[in-house]
């Protein structure tokens, strides 16, 4: 009895890392495969081994490993950081917020990407590296301002509700700027600024995925290391106190560090929905409501989900000339699935 | 009162709100030591609960309050860290919601969390000290099932667990009876009497006089944000301290099992 209670809990760590680091690998690799033209597979994993350096390089034809290695795999890449830091950030907002709602657009991150991007849009410097500044920047000037006006009017003990207040508040804000831009803009404008709201992979190199991976990588790790608090927030900030975790600071720091996290995914894909609101909110079905198994479980479930969206994507793209962009796929697929798991699991798990 | 575990002076706390300042608390002094079960007893709005969050170090109140940490010193609250006075002091608050579907023994386990390594899980001893509190409130049953899903009262009283589970020698609830029913009230009373026999130090807000009467070691009467009162039951409760107190007239009698008892007319 003591042993079996003694092992419970590194078990299943160890199991969703190990799942998940498969489901990665496996979906990447078909990711891969799909695609406009047909690779086979046998090719595809050539020229990974290849990339790796675990093959000699005359052993695939050239065109196929450019394809693979400098099309499609920075492309998956992207799309694996993307849905896993989208879903790791929605994981956290939910917990620190206390809110099953929330996600990772709450504190204004989406509405000072658009804005940033339009302005790039706007001044004809949308470049492969100026539209994701811009648009970065627009995010961190959206988040900044709200931290600061927390900690203007609470003096550093931050609670929710401001938080929550001045996000909506700044959020308003910024898309009040952007309609003043939308308006004063041309119909070319516009019609960028539209494709780029809807969300998308394509065309996304290694210059994107490098772009994205420190940050995104990053505020993962030193998030999974604070979530132990995380849980012990959830009874209230006076309990979480009294268990001696300062709720007000850890609160801003993860925001920070989920908001960083986002804003480096936006501004290269520009807004994705539903994956930071529903994968946590599925895991939280299979693994639990303890946040550090569930934001890594999210993160590989949103890469995996993600990834297999852009897939299907690109398949569909044999039959139609114009790319959708993911974020429709994304809505299209998640939001019956996850209609379909509230339904059924309605009755055991009240959420 | 040579082991003193909480000492509180002098402390006045108020709000302000709209320019006008509004005190909550101000009393002289208040001191528990090891082996008492001291009830915190008053009307609505008398600052029960801010006095209890100021021994807590939850709230920085004017004034001085002191407690005895795990090395045995009498140190100024506000010098210890936050795992320090973790694992000196328990605070269970009235609010029990917990969002997500968390399990009532997940919830008691976070009680552990001052013990805790940051990168460590749970060791065996952790989840010991769980069941033994789960057992002791009575809540094993419960151990899977979703916090959510239960009501009021038990909820409560994996809290309660919750509670005990931080291990510390002060141990402070914020009425831990409001929701329960007489027989788990009654097992909450016998708990609280059972840790202070064992050298640790309970004080509790209550509502009922009765309760606090029967289980208490002191009862301290709390009105408008002052002491009006303190000691033995039977002195402090009497019908002139309830009625200035609480505004209405009482008998207060011994029943025939021979405990006090209070009749409001």
Redesign the interface.
Known sequence: MENSAKKRAPLPAAAVTVTGVIALLVTAVVSIYVGSTSIAISDVVRSLLVFCGLAPRDSVNPAVYLAVTSIRLPRVICGVLAGGGLAISGAVMQGVFRNPLADPGLLGVSAGAGFGALLAFKTGLASLFLLPAFSFAGSLAAVASIIGIAFAVRGGRTSSITLVMSGMAVSALFSAFTSVLLTLSNEYQVNNYIFWTLGGLSNRRWEHAGTMALPVLLSAALLLLLLGRLDVMMLGDEQAKALGVNSGQNRVVMIMLSSLCTASIVCVTGPIGFVGLMVPHIMRLIVGPSHRLLCAASFFAGGVFLTLCDSLIRWFSRFNAREFSVGIITALLGAPFFLFLLVKKSGSAPE | MSDVFVKADRIRFSVKRGGSEYEILNCGGFSAAAGEFVGIVGPNGAGKTTML?AL?G?IKPEGEIRIRDRGGRLRPVGELS??E???A?????Q?T???????AR??VA??R??W?G??S????AD??IVNETMGKADCEGLSDR?I??LSGGERQMVMLA?ALA?DTHIILLDEPTSSLDIGNAQKVLKICRELAKTGRCVVAVLHDLRQAAFACSRVCLLSHGRILDSGDAYQVLNAGNIERAYGVKAQVFKNPAGQWDYFIN
């Open positions: 969050k807590a939850l936050f795992r006075r973790a694992r002091v328990c605070y269970m608050h609010d919601y917990v969002p997500f579907a968390f399990t997940e919830v976070m009680g969390y001052p805790q940051r990168f899980n749970p060791c065996s989840d010991e979703f959510q899903s919750r931080q």
